[in-house]
């Protein structure tokens, strides 16, 4: 195994790893020598022991961020593992290189067995028989009675979406949320979930903008066409069939999607974060890009309000890892199959130099996939833009695109004027900066605000 | 918007036409001979994808000029840190005091820190930022008129913008070209307002004229003179306070008419019991006697030069019209009227009783305008031992204890702390109104001694003045003091009623950790 560099995580980077604000900032306050024991550290793990309410062995393996505490906190990283992070990045020289006591080496011996284990199971469902090439339809009643629900809940959706058209769109405008919510409901009793969230979607168009008749017809358009592909889906190819099943809600569990997807390993950067709120449930959508194949992946986690994230990825980080792709004719969301270490990434990026070739990119995705409504980039030697109260980047051609509406003053805090490397989302409208390199050092940006 | 939209818009059961034939391979639906309405969506649906895949670019923007490179080099990560956590706390003199010492070392904030640095309101905390902003931070103010404040550029530039936004801009926007106009030509300034003058409300002209005491000079006279016929009385009264100022101001010579021909000063060569009595005490001689003559009304030129008619509780207005004029005659004034020393004129008026309180005041007020350091020192070792049981008197002698030592240069005010904090008998009110008025930061010497001083009112049940002078010395006590502070107090830290002690002790911490850092 290679020796890799340890993870050097700033002040600011471990303080965005925090669960919450309280988090934060009691890890601040123990980020005090006072407080610590037998700190020490080595090339794979963090130790120390902390004085609070009782004496706490706290340990973080710096392999992947991982800690481990013994206090009760349910919160991870807890206040205890943020402080140990805080006072290693602030007075380093009191971290020593030593050795690790034994109830830090017991702990990562137990994780490298986890891990051996995972790789070992994964080994042997690699060596089994080739996965079918087609989903069989399975035997079971349950399988086949959703097929049909789904099937007569698409033909009713049809027969709706006709309805709209005929009557006219600007009907639409003064009809209350329930009209959309109600045609989503019986989306969902007929098992197409996917479907109910696209309709879901559509309330927010009408009266949204001067052009929302237009929208409104591109968005039930494309879902018109979903439901034409979803009516000959034995006649598309089979990883567009597993799209489009996919949009109309059937789910695939890591099993499945270890067992039928893409798996591509590489040291995977992570981009930068976007959080939705859907009510009481949040989607965290983090965007990695491979360093040496140059592919991009979207990692989906979701939590319950009040819980915390099950995977740490901190932007600009490195993480060596295998990806796992869902199966599909445009490989995009990814889960994490293996992972290795992680370390900072100073380099350059790897990226487009002209946002010609980025859109050229992009017609080609769609051309695999026509659904697709996210399309991650870097974009090179850009120059951010504010004139006249609308921002913009321009690359070196003097093609320009519009960023998401909004303020966005770091980015032309950090950029000064001058060309840089910007990773962001491209969505058909405009770009959403999620960060960029600077000085050898990457900067994740937040949400515009405003 | 497109054709298919406006009939989608319509609705296809009142567009009597037929769906507009399109010229793409993927307009060719009709062979699957589906109805209009599917028809139009999936038509639609395939339109909308094909914008998405054919997305053109907007051509050339015009490209801004970029920043300049930046001449200092950025503070540390973990400075950059603590000074963020601090930005939330308004007006926090800790954070001033980090800025302060950052500008000192010629070092600047990095560029991350801007966009929140900018959004500061404070003005005090404005200033100390300036500095430290680097290129970045000026160039980065341009784009954001909130952010005017931060400018830096050549007169030039600055103020061909000014005017423009002089002409049109919001009130807050106005106020802040004109102060910086103010503090950069101020005539220029000051004929800007002139024009304006007449048509502005009232609260506009009396923000306008409190950015002139910049750059305030004996050419504003005719301007401050018209003012003092303004129709708002806070307009008035602003103009007067500006122009007494001045200690060539046409209106500080009618005071001093005023006060010349109400006192006079005979010098006399026999010493009276009483005078004998206090020379033994203040250890200077009185060489004479005062005659005060008190006007008998109240002048209407008087009042146009804001003398108030109405006194106060106490006070006859006889005595209340004395003292204001007073106050408005430079000190240094009554040396060289009467040839001598400003220490004997002052116990003289020490020996008077029937007005030497109010002349005393009067001359403290005008110690205090006009800056005078000899007669700010001599008059406050005259209040901090009289003992008068008079209420005005006894208010304005902590006014005097604290106002006094202001007007001294930090290293006498300093002394006369340190001198003074020897003293065992010294009242204690004095020797808070020391701490309060000591500029930051102390001296180590006056620090050491306040330490000694405070520790045994701090450390017993804290009396509720000290809580405050803790507080003073918690952002006044030099980084030379601290680790004697932290030996000393640091054992009553964890004492019950002791979390005064902690702030204090924390307080400390911090700003050595900054210091450390910055310096590092």
Not at chain 1, 239 to 258: A, N
Not at chain 1, 326 to 337: I, V
Not at chain 2, 290 to 304: A, G, M
Request: net charge negative; with cysteine.
């Amino acid at each position: 195994m290679l020796f890799m560099e340890p993870m050097h995580l700033n002040v600011a980077q471990i303080l965005a790893l925090a669960p919450d604000t309280s988090s934060a900032n009691a890890g601040k306050k123990l980020a005090n020598p006072k407080t610590w024991k037998h700190l020490g550290r080595s090339a794979e793990a963090l130790w120390g022991e902390c004085q609070g309410s009782a004496l706490y062995q706290v340990r973080v393996d710096m392999r992947d961020m991982t800690s481990r505490c013994s206090c009760p906190s349910r919160k991870f990283p807890c206040k205890h593992s943020l402080g140990l992070l805080l006072i290693t990045a602030e007075s380093p020289g009191i971290v020593p290189t030593a050795s690790p006591p034994p109830w830090v080496s017991e702990w990562l011996g137990k994780r490298e067995n986890a891990q051996a284990k995972r790789e070992e199971q994964a080994n042997s469902s690699d060596n089994e028989a080739t996965p079918p090439k087609r989903r069989q339809p399975s035997a079971s009643k349950t399988a086949a009675k959703r097929t049909t629900l789904v099937g007569k809940g698409i033909g009713a959706l049809d027969l709706w979406l006709s309805d709209l058209v005929r009557n006219g769109l600007a009907g639409v405008e003064s009809k209350p949320d329930s009209f959309w919510e109600e045609q989503a409901a019986r989306m969902v009793d007929a098992q197409a979930p996917g479907i109910a969230a696209r309709i879901r979607a559509l309330a927010a168009i009408p009266n949204s903008g001067p052009e929302w008749p237009q929208e409104l017809l591109s968005a039930i358009g494309r879902l018109a066409l979903l439901t034409h592909a979803y009516r000959r889906i034995d006649e598309l190819d089979a990883p567009l069939q597993e799209d489009v099943r996919l949009m109309v809600g059937w789910t695939l569990k890591e099993e499945e999607v270890v067992a039928r997807g893409e798996a591509v390993n590489d040291h995977w950067i992570a981009l930068g974060e976007r959080i939705t709120e859907e009510g009481r449930l949040r989607a965290r959508h983090t965007w990695l890009l491979g360093a040496a194949t140059s592919r991009t992946a979207l990692i989906l986690q979701f939590s319950h309000h009040g819980s915390t994230w099950s995977e740490v990825w901190v932007p600009g980080t490195a993480q060596e890892a295998t990806l796992v792709y869902w199966p599909s004719a445009y490989g995009q969301r990814a889960l994490m199959h293996r992972c290795g270490h992680a370390r900072t990434f100073n380099e350059r990026l790897p990226g487009l130099e002209t946002i010609e070739e980025h859109l050229n990119i992009v017609a080609h995705a769609l051309a695999q996939q026509p659904w697709l409504e996210r399309f991650p980039c870097v974009l090179r030697n850009v120059v951010p833009i504010y004139e006249e109260g609308r921002w913009w980047v321009q690359d070196s051609t003097g093609a320009a695109l519009t960023l998401e509406p909004g303020m966005h003053w770091m980015l032309l805090a950090l950029s000064g004027g001058r060309p840089i490397d910007l990773a962001c989302v491209w969505n058909g409208q405009w770009l959403d900066p999620l960060g960029l390199m600077v000085d050898g050092a990457y900067h994740a940006l937040p949400e515009a605000d405003g | 918007m497109n054709e298919l939209t406006r009939n989608a818009l319509a609705g296809t059961a009142k567009s009597s036409a037929t769906l507009p034939p399109g010229d793409t391979l993927l307009d060719d639906w009709n062979n699957l001979g589906l109805e209009t309405e599917r028809e139009l969506l999936l038509r639609a649906g395939a339109d909308a994808t094909m914008r998405l895949a054919g997305y053109a670019t907007s051509s050339s923007l015009p490209l801004p000029q970029p920043a300049d490179e930046e001449q200092l080099s950025a503070c540390s990560n973990t400075v950059a840190q603590m000074l963020t956590q601090h930005l939330t706390t308004p007006r926090s003199p800790i954070l001033i005091e980090a800025l302060t010492l950052l500008a000192e070392r010629r070092r600047r904030l990095p560029h991350v820190m801007l966009p929140k640095i900018m959004e500061v309101k404070d003005p005090l905390v404005r200033t100390a930022i300036r500095p430290v902003l680097g290129e970045r931070g000026g160039w980065l103010s341009q784009f954001n008129p909130a952010w005017r404040w931060a400018e830096q550029g050549s007169d030039a530039e600055l103020l061909a913008n000014a005017s423009e936004i002089w002409e049109q801009g919001t009130m807050e926007e106005r106020l802040g070209v004109l102060g910086r106009a103010r503090a950069e030509r101020p005539a220029e300034a000051r004929e800007w307002l002139e024009r304006v003058w007449r048509v502005e409300k009232a609260s506009f002209r009396l923000q306008a004229l409190e950015l002139f005491h910049k750059g305030l000079s004996l050419d504003d006279q005719p301007f401050l003179e018209r003012a003092l016929d303004d129709r708002s009385q806070n307009v008035r009264e602003y103009a007067a306070t500006l122009l007494a100022s001045l200690p060539d101001s046409a209106l500080v010579g009618r005071m001093r008419a005023c006060a010349d021909a109400m006192i006079q000063f005979a010098p006399s060569a026999e010493p009276g019991r009483l005078q004998k009595f206090l020379r033994s005490i203040t250890a200077s001689s009185a060489k004479g006697i005062f005659t005060v003559n008190l006007p008998e009304s109240l002048d209407k030129s008087w009042q146009r030069d804001h003398i108030s008619k109405d006194s106060p509780i106490g006070i006859g207005p006889l005595t209340w019209w004395f003292m204001q004029v007073m106050a408005n005659v430079p000190p240094s004034h009554w040396a060289t009227r009467w040839n001598t020393r400003p220490a004997e004129l002052i116990a003289t008026a020490v020996a008077d009783s029937e007005h030497g309180l109010a002349i005393l005041k009067g001359w403290s007020e005008a110690a205090i305008n006009y800056g005078d350091h000899e007669w700010a020192l001599e008059l406050w070792y005259v209040w901090v031992d009289v003992k008068t049981k008079d209420t005005f008197f006894g208010q304005h002698r902590i006014r005097f204890l604290d106002e006094l030592v202001g007007v001294l240069p930090p290293q006498q005010a300093n002394d006369l702390a340190s001198e003074q904090f020897r003293r065992p008998r010294l009242a204690e009110d004095a020797r808070l109104a020391l701490i309060r008025a000591l500029r930051t930061p102390w001296t180590p010497a006056f620090g050491a001694l306040f330490l000694e001083s405070a520790y045994p009112f701090v450390t017993n049940k804290i009396a509720y003045n000290w809580q405050d002078a803790l507080a003073t010395a918690a952002i006044a006590l030099p980084p030379q003091n601290m680790a004697l502070a932290f030996e000393r107090y640091g054992a009553f830290r964890d004492k019950p009623g002791g979390w005064h002690i902690a702030d204090f002790l924390d307080t400390l911490e911090t700003r050595q950790r900054l210091y450390e850092e910055i310096n590092r």
